[in-house]
């Protein structure tokens, strides 16, 4: 309980320097040891969203190997005291039962989750949707509390053959009588908590051993082949981020960023600082009304070119835009509206 209680008061100290507003609802709470967190709020509920970002020195299949390895969440996935696979479906669905040990006086917290992979082979990245479910083959036990209401993802981003960018997303409720408010200041901390139990785990060389014989690495070291694939993986990934067919293009005009891709020493912070570089030259050059859909957006920038020069010094643009918190030209008018 000391140890908790220590490490929620550092934590509270870095979200209260740290905290701010952002497009498409999310808020930074956090950052901490590689981690970034943010929150949001849904209406009608009272009920928060986490999420949390870091990278991996993994390659992705490697991460995959460790998620599917359910009965060894109880050596890293917080606060897991049991942990096991009620159905597997297949090798992408399984239900899984997990047993939370909280201190007390608090109770015990266990869930039935189902979760289900999807490869995307669009956009390089493997995504790991689940959600808790009903199983009247696994009934309530006495003194532990049935978590009902959670929903969460795993995204797996392919960074470089070593890398890879972990996203991961949480909401939901810890049942009993715990009030909401109290909930949310629990759980804000967990996906920090299982990104750190994440990142130590796929260390374990077992995990590579098993990634290596795994039908997966044949299908990365496939695309890896023809770098047609890449680009055009590379091209649809960006779109996500950037919404912007005409800045994605400028982006992809250089052909050292397929290089970077392909390459094993790529880091993400290579991949940002390029893309940092061009979005810095649409701005320093003026032409940025160029690639806009937005006409309001566009006279506001127009109107202020003074703002243009402070946007290519600002790190947090291309940080808001890369960690998925809305869509360019929604992130770019807030940046220019803080500037202003």
Sequence with gaps: MKRMTAFLLVLFGSAA????????????????????????????????????????????????EVLRDIPSYTEWFPECKESRVIHDFDRYTKEVYCRMGLPWPVADRDI???????LDFDTGR??????????????????????????????????GRNTTRVTYVHRGHPGGSVPVRVANIAIRYFPYMNLKGLTFRVKDPRYA?????????????DILADRATV????????????????LVDLIMADPKNVDRILSDRITFADIKAQVFETLKTVLVAGKVEEFLHDPELARLISGHP???????????????????????EVILKSRVEDLL
């Design 306 to 328: 003074e703002v243009l020069k402070k946007l290519a010094k600002d790190d947090l643009l291309i940080d808001m835009i890369l960690d998925g918190n809305g869509s360019f």
């Design 17 to 64: 320097a740290l905290a701010a507003g952002l497009p498409g609802g999310w808020e930074q709470i956090y950052e901490w040891r590689g981690v970034k967190a943010y929150q949001r709020s849904f209406e009608g509920t009272q009920v928060k969203e986490y999420k949390a970002v870091t990278l991996l020195p993994a390659r992705l299949e490697v991460v995959g």
């Design 209 to 221: 051993k098993a990634a290596d014989e795994s039908p997966e690495k044949k299908m990365i070291e």
């Design 112 to 118: 039935l989750v189902k979760n289900g992979v999807k």
């Design 126 to 159: 493997a995504v790991v949707d689940f959600h808790a479910v009903a199983d009247p083959e696994v009934p309530e036990k006495d003194g532990v509390v049935r978590m009902c209401d959670l929903t969460g993802q795993y995204i797996l981003e392919y960074i």
């Design 231 to 246: 680009k055009r993986m590379m091209k649809n990934r960006l779109m996500v981020y950037f919404q912007n067919e005409k």
